[in-house]
Protein backbone atom coordinates (compact mmCIF):
# COMPACT_ATOMS: atom_id res chain seq x y z
CA UNK A 1 0.00 0.00 0.00
CA UNK A 2 1.39 3.64 -0.85
CA UNK A 3 1.22 5.95 2.31
CA UNK A 4 2.02 9.14 1.01
CA UNK A 5 2.79 10.67 4.19
CA UNK A 6 5.37 8.22 5.12
CA UNK A 7 7.07 8.71 1.95
CA UNK A 8 7.10 12.38 1.69
CA UNK A 9 8.42 12.86 5.01
CA UNK A 10 9.24 9.50 6.87
CA UNK A 11 13.24 10.20 6.31
CA UNK A 12 12.84 13.63 7.47
CA UNK A 13 11.58 12.70 11.08
CA UNK A 14 13.18 9.54 11.41
CA UNK A 15 16.70 11.96 11.35
CA UNK A 16 14.84 14.25 13.95
CA UNK A 17 14.07 10.94 16.15
CA UNK A 18 17.59 9.00 15.39
CA UNK A 19 20.17 11.44 16.98
CA UNK A 20 18.84 14.03 19.28
CA UNK A 21 16.28 11.69 21.07
CA UNK A 22 19.60 10.05 22.18
CA UNK A 23 21.50 13.25 23.41
CA UNK A 24 18.14 15.13 24.80
CA UNK A 25 15.84 15.48 27.16
CA UNK A 26 13.07 17.33 25.95
CA UNK A 27 12.18 20.81 27.63
CA UNK A 28 9.31 21.67 29.56
CA UNK A 29 7.16 22.54 26.90
CA UNK A 30 7.06 19.04 25.74
CA UNK A 31 5.40 17.76 28.91
CA UNK A 32 2.23 18.08 28.12
CA UNK A 33 1.47 15.47 25.50
CA UNK A 34 -2.55 16.03 23.66
CA UNK A 35 -3.87 12.86 22.02
CA UNK A 36 -7.19 12.52 20.46
CA UNK A 37 -9.61 9.76 21.09
CA UNK A 38 -12.44 9.11 18.29
CA UNK A 39 -14.51 6.89 20.81
CA UNK A 40 -12.79 3.47 19.10
CA UNK A 41 -12.23 1.03 22.31
CA UNK A 42 -8.70 0.12 20.15
CA UNK A 43 -7.77 3.69 20.02
CA UNK A 44 -8.83 3.97 23.78
CA UNK A 45 -6.68 0.84 24.53
CA UNK A 46 -3.52 2.03 22.81
CA UNK A 47 -3.78 5.95 23.98
CA UNK A 48 -3.97 4.20 27.37
CA UNK A 49 -0.88 2.19 26.63
CA UNK A 50 0.88 5.33 25.47
CA UNK A 51 -0.36 7.50 28.67
CA UNK A 52 0.55 4.88 30.95
CA UNK A 53 4.46 4.77 29.94
CA UNK A 54 4.07 8.41 29.26
CA UNK A 55 3.25 9.06 32.73
CA UNK A 56 6.36 6.99 34.12
CA UNK A 57 8.51 9.23 32.30
CA UNK A 58 7.10 12.05 33.78
CA UNK A 59 5.07 13.27 30.97
CA UNK A 60 1.13 14.50 31.15
CA UNK A 61 -0.86 12.89 28.32
CA UNK A 62 -3.93 14.14 27.69
CA UNK A 63 -6.51 12.52 25.94
CA UNK A 64 -9.78 14.38 24.09
CA UNK A 65 -12.38 13.05 22.94
CA UNK A 66 -13.04 13.92 19.23
CA UNK A 67 -14.54 12.58 15.75
CA UNK A 68 -12.00 12.20 13.32
CA UNK A 69 -13.23 14.70 11.46
CA UNK A 70 -12.16 16.82 13.99
CA UNK A 71 -9.70 15.16 15.52
CA UNK A 72 -7.89 15.95 12.16
CA UNK A 73 -8.92 19.57 12.18
CA UNK A 74 -7.43 19.86 15.82
CA UNK A 75 -3.98 18.49 14.18
CA UNK A 76 -4.08 20.78 11.66
CA UNK A 77 -4.72 24.04 14.10
CA UNK A 78 -2.02 22.61 16.98
CA UNK A 79 -4.56 21.62 19.37
CA UNK A 80 -3.99 18.15 18.90
CA UNK A 81 -0.13 16.34 18.98
CA UNK A 82 -0.32 12.74 18.36
CA UNK A 83 -3.02 10.45 16.76
CA UNK A 84 -2.54 6.83 17.21
CA UNK A 85 -5.85 6.12 14.92
CA UNK A 86 -4.93 6.45 11.17
CA UNK A 87 -6.75 3.52 9.86
CA UNK A 88 -5.59 3.17 5.92
CA UNK A 89 -6.82 2.91 3.52
CA UNK A 90 -10.31 3.81 4.75
CA UNK A 91 -9.01 7.49 5.81
CA UNK A 92 -6.73 8.25 2.76
CA UNK A 93 -9.04 11.21 1.72
CA UNK A 94 -8.21 12.93 5.57
CA UNK A 95 -4.49 12.10 4.64
CA UNK A 96 -4.67 13.76 1.25
CA UNK A 97 -6.01 16.70 2.66
CA UNK A 98 -3.68 17.20 5.42
CA UNK A 99 -0.72 16.22 3.12
CA UNK A 100 -1.79 19.01 0.81
CA UNK A 101 -1.70 21.21 4.06
CA UNK A 102 1.49 20.06 4.72
CA UNK A 103 0.33 19.32 8.41
CA UNK A 104 1.14 16.25 9.74
CA UNK A 105 4.16 13.88 9.96
CA UNK A 106 4.26 10.21 10.39
CA UNK A 107 5.69 8.57 12.90
CA UNK A 108 5.20 4.86 13.01
CA UNK A 109 2.76 1.68 11.38
CA UNK A 110 2.01 0.83 14.68
CA UNK A 111 -0.50 -2.38 13.61
CA UNK A 112 -0.98 -4.45 10.71
CA UNK A 113 -3.13 -7.06 10.31
CA UNK A 114 -6.21 -5.17 10.89
CA UNK A 115 -9.58 -5.44 8.91
CA UNK A 116 -12.54 -3.21 8.17
CA UNK A 117 -15.78 -3.65 5.94
CA UNK A 118 -19.33 -4.87 6.73
CA UNK A 119 -20.20 -7.91 8.19
CA UNK A 120 -23.47 -10.10 9.35
CA UNK A 121 -24.19 -12.60 11.73
CA UNK A 122 -22.69 -15.81 10.27
CA UNK A 123 -26.56 -17.67 10.62
CA UNK A 124 -27.41 -14.64 8.27
CA UNK A 125 -23.98 -15.66 5.86
CA UNK A 126 -25.66 -19.47 6.14
CA UNK A 127 -28.81 -18.06 4.52
CA UNK A 128 -26.81 -16.93 1.36
CA UNK A 129 -25.53 -13.42 3.10
CA UNK A 130 -21.46 -13.58 2.15
CA UNK A 131 -21.07 -11.07 -0.36
CA UNK A 132 -22.05 -6.98 -1.13
CA UNK A 133 -24.42 -8.21 -4.01
CA UNK A 134 -26.39 -10.72 -1.68
CA UNK A 135 -27.68 -8.32 0.27
CA UNK A 136 -30.35 -6.48 -1.44
CA UNK A 137 -32.08 -9.78 -2.36
CA UNK A 138 -32.46 -9.74 1.57
CA UNK A 139 -33.00 -6.79 2.21
CA UNK A 140 -36.38 -7.64 4.36
CA UNK A 141 -34.12 -9.93 6.69
CA UNK A 142 -32.32 -6.55 7.66
CA UNK A 143 -34.87 -4.29 7.75
CA UNK A 144 -33.09 -2.16 4.29
CA UNK A 145 -30.50 -0.93 7.47
CA UNK A 146 -26.58 -0.90 7.46
CA UNK A 147 -25.82 -0.14 11.05
CA UNK A 148 -22.63 2.04 11.46
CA UNK A 149 -20.64 4.09 13.69
CA UNK A 150 -20.14 7.75 14.85
CA UNK A 151 -21.05 10.33 12.19
CA UNK A 152 -18.55 11.82 10.17
CA UNK A 153 -16.68 8.51 10.12
CA UNK A 154 -15.15 7.52 6.63
CA UNK A 155 -16.65 4.10 6.78
CA UNK A 156 -19.97 5.82 7.15
CA UNK A 157 -19.28 8.07 4.18
CA UNK A 158 -18.27 5.17 2.47
CA UNK A 159 -21.30 3.50 3.22
CA UNK A 160 -23.67 6.39 2.48
CA UNK A 161 -22.01 6.43 -0.87
CA UNK A 162 -22.73 3.15 -1.78
CA UNK A 163 -26.00 3.89 -1.17
CA UNK A 164 -26.53 7.18 -3.14
CA UNK A 165 -24.55 5.37 -5.97
CA UNK A 166 -27.65 2.43 -5.44
CA UNK A 167 -24.37 0.13 -6.18
CA UNK A 168 -25.36 -3.59 -5.03
CA UNK A 169 -28.99 -2.68 -5.49
CA UNK A 170 -29.46 -0.79 -2.09
CA UNK A 171 -30.64 2.60 -2.94
CA UNK A 172 -33.68 2.29 -0.73
CA UNK A 173 -31.42 0.89 2.02
CA UNK A 174 -30.31 3.32 5.58
CA UNK A 175 -27.55 4.01 7.33
CA UNK A 176 -27.93 3.93 11.03
CA UNK A 177 -25.28 6.25 12.88
CA UNK A 178 -23.97 5.56 16.40
CA UNK A 179 -20.94 5.20 18.53
CA UNK A 180 -19.62 2.01 18.76
CA UNK A 181 -21.15 0.82 21.88
CA UNK A 182 -24.41 1.53 20.42
CA UNK A 183 -24.11 -0.51 17.00
CA UNK A 184 -22.66 -3.43 19.35
CA UNK A 185 -25.69 -3.02 21.36
CA UNK A 186 -28.02 -3.59 18.36
CA UNK A 187 -25.87 -6.55 17.10
CA UNK A 188 -26.12 -8.17 20.55
CA UNK A 189 -29.56 -7.63 20.87
CA UNK A 190 -30.25 -9.18 16.74
CA UNK A 191 -28.07 -12.25 17.43
CA UNK A 192 -29.98 -13.17 20.87
CA UNK A 193 -33.37 -12.48 18.84
CA UNK A 194 -32.04 -14.25 15.77
CA UNK A 195 -32.89 -11.53 13.38
CA UNK A 196 -30.75 -10.39 10.63
CA UNK A 197 -28.07 -6.89 10.93
CA UNK A 198 -25.54 -5.77 8.62
CA UNK A 199 -22.90 -3.56 10.42
CA UNK A 200 -19.11 -2.17 10.25
CA UNK A 201 -16.82 -4.98 12.03
CA UNK A 202 -13.37 -5.25 12.13
CA UNK A 203 -9.84 -6.24 14.03
CA UNK A 204 -9.05 -5.90 16.24
CA UNK A 205 -11.65 -6.28 18.53
CA UNK A 206 -13.15 -8.29 20.81
CA UNK A 207 -16.74 -8.28 18.62
CA UNK A 208 -14.32 -11.20 16.56
CA UNK A 209 -14.93 -13.22 19.75
CA UNK A 210 -18.01 -12.89 21.24
CA UNK A 211 -20.41 -12.91 17.93
CA UNK A 212 -20.15 -15.56 15.26
CA UNK A 213 -20.03 -13.00 12.43
CA UNK A 214 -18.97 -13.39 9.27
CA UNK A 215 -17.01 -10.74 6.73
CA UNK A 216 -18.86 -9.91 3.32
CA UNK A 217 -16.67 -9.95 0.59
CA UNK A 218 -17.38 -7.64 -2.22
CA UNK A 219 -16.17 -4.25 -0.80
CA UNK A 220 -13.18 -3.85 -2.23
CA UNK A 221 -14.02 -0.51 -4.02
CA UNK A 222 -15.36 1.21 -0.74
CA UNK A 223 -13.26 -0.83 2.06
CA UNK A 224 -10.15 -2.40 0.50
CA UNK A 225 -8.92 -5.79 -0.62
CA UNK A 226 -8.92 -8.46 1.67
CA UNK A 227 -11.92 -7.59 3.76
CA UNK A 228 -10.71 -4.29 3.68
CA UNK A 229 -7.51 -5.31 5.06
CA UNK A 230 -5.75 -2.19 7.08
CA UNK A 231 -2.90 -0.74 8.55
CA UNK A 232 -3.15 1.38 12.05
CA UNK A 233 -0.64 4.52 11.91
CA UNK A 234 0.98 6.82 14.14
CA UNK A 235 0.90 10.64 13.41
CA UNK A 236 1.79 14.30 14.59
CA UNK A 237 1.09 17.34 13.83
CA UNK A 238 3.71 18.94 12.05
CA UNK A 239 7.29 20.04 13.64
CA UNK A 240 5.97 18.29 16.73
CA UNK A 241 8.42 15.29 16.51
CA UNK A 242 11.14 17.97 15.81
CA UNK A 243 10.53 19.88 18.73
CA UNK A 244 9.98 16.91 21.13
CA UNK A 245 12.24 14.48 20.34
CA UNK A 246 12.07 12.30 22.84
CA UNK A 247 8.60 11.64 23.22
CA UNK A 248 8.58 11.74 19.08
CA UNK A 249 10.80 8.71 19.55
CA UNK A 250 8.66 6.71 21.95
CA UNK A 251 5.42 6.92 19.67
CA UNK A 252 8.21 5.95 16.62
CA UNK A 253 8.63 2.80 18.86
CA UNK A 254 5.37 2.10 19.62
CA UNK A 255 3.81 -0.58 18.12
CA UNK A 256 1.15 -3.53 19.06
CA UNK A 257 -0.27 -6.16 18.09
CA UNK A 258 -3.71 -8.10 17.73
CA UNK A 259 -3.68 -9.96 20.32
CA UNK A 260 -2.58 -7.08 22.77
CA UNK A 261 -5.25 -5.01 21.36
CA UNK A 262 -7.67 -7.56 21.35
CA UNK A 263 -6.84 -8.15 25.37
CA UNK A 264 -7.07 -4.74 26.27
CA UNK A 265 -10.40 -4.43 24.16
CA UNK A 266 -11.75 -6.72 26.20
CA UNK A 267 -11.24 -5.82 29.62
CA UNK A 268 -11.87 -2.13 28.56
CA UNK A 269 -15.30 -3.10 27.53
CA UNK A 270 -15.69 -5.43 30.47
CA UNK A 271 -15.97 -2.47 32.69
CA UNK A 272 -12.13 -1.78 33.54
CA UNK A 273 -10.46 1.89 33.24
CA UNK A 274 -8.48 1.77 30.50
CA UNK A 275 -5.39 2.85 32.12
CA UNK A 276 -5.96 0.49 34.75
CA UNK A 277 -6.23 -2.52 31.81
CA UNK A 278 -2.88 -1.12 30.08
CA UNK A 279 -1.05 -0.90 33.27
CA UNK A 280 -1.94 -4.33 34.29
CA UNK A 281 -0.95 -5.70 31.04
CA UNK A 282 1.98 -4.51 29.96
CA UNK A 283 3.15 -5.75 33.97
CA UNK A 284 2.50 -8.59 32.69
CA UNK A 285 4.55 -8.41 29.48
CA UNK A 286 7.06 -6.03 30.82
CA UNK A 287 9.33 -7.51 27.89
CA UNK A 288 7.52 -4.81 25.94
CA UNK A 289 9.30 -2.01 27.40
CA UNK A 290 12.61 -2.52 26.38
CA UNK A 291 11.91 -1.94 22.37
CA UNK A 292 9.18 0.76 22.84
CA UNK A 293 11.74 2.85 25.07
CA UNK A 294 15.04 1.90 23.33
CA UNK A 295 16.33 5.38 23.18
CA UNK A 296 13.68 7.16 24.75
CA UNK A 297 14.77 9.03 28.31
CA UNK A 298 12.77 10.20 31.04
CA UNK A 299 11.38 13.98 30.26
CA UNK A 300 14.20 15.07 32.87
CA UNK A 301 17.26 12.95 30.94
CA UNK A 302 16.67 9.65 33.16
CA UNK A 303 17.10 6.37 31.79
CA UNK A 304 13.57 5.37 30.41
CA UNK A 305 12.95 1.80 30.76
CA UNK A 306 14.09 1.84 34.30
CA UNK A 307 11.70 4.84 35.30
CA UNK A 308 8.64 3.68 33.70
CA UNK A 309 9.23 -0.35 35.28
CA UNK A 310 9.71 1.53 38.58
CA UNK A 311 6.92 3.54 38.44
CA UNK A 312 4.69 0.28 37.52
CA UNK A 313 6.47 -1.62 40.16
CA UNK A 314 8.56 -4.29 38.29
Not at 59 to 80: F, H, Q, R
Not at 161 to 181: A, H, P, T
Not at 268 to 274: E, M, P, R, V
Not at 277 to 294: F, R
Request: hydrophobic letters at 45%; proline letters at 4%; glycine letters at 12%.
Amino acid sequence: MTFSIACRTGLSVAFLLSGAAMALADDGSCATIRMSDPGWTDITATNAVASVVLTGLGYAPEVKTLSVPIGYESMKNGEIDVFLGNWMPAQQKFIDDLTAADAVDHLAQNLTGAKFTLAVPTAAAAKGVTDFADLAAHGDDFDHKIYGIEPGAPANANIQKMIDGNDFGLRDWELVESGEQAMLAQVDRAVKEGKGIVFLAWAPHPMNANFDLTYLSGGDAYFGPDFGGATVHTLARKGWAGACPNAGKLFSNLVFELGMENALMGSILGGTDARVAASDWIKAHPEVLGPWLDGVTTLDGQPGEAAVKAALGL
